[in-house]
C-alpha cells in the first residue's frame, strides 16, 4: 500500500478499515500497512507484536488513553484474523 498522501477523498477512504473496538466500530487508517510492517518485523512474542500494532495506529490515528487497551486488544485480533487469511500464521 501507498504511504504517500491520498490523491483524493476516496482514495484517503480506501486506507481506512472499519473495526470493533468494544462496542464501538471505529475507522482505522493504514491499517493494511500497519499489518505488513509488523508482519516483516518477525515479532515472536504476542506482547511485542501487541506493542508494536498499537504504537503504529498511534502514529496514524487517535487513540485515546483510556481507551488504549481495548483499541489494542482489537487491533491485535484483527492482525491475528489477517495473518491466517494470508497464511502467515
Known sequence: ????KPCCAAEAMRRIRQISVGDTVVGLSMLEQIFEDVAGL??????????????????Y???PAPAEKAYADAVFAEYQKEMKINGNN
Not at 1 to 4: I, Q
Not at 42 to 59: M, Y
Open 61 to 63: 490515528n487517535y487513540v
Open 1 to 4: 500500500m501507498n504511504r504517500e
Open 42 to 59: 518477525d515479532l515472536i512474542q504476542d506482547t511485542d507484536i501487541r506493542r508494536e500494532l498499537i504504537r503504529q495506529v498511534k502514529v
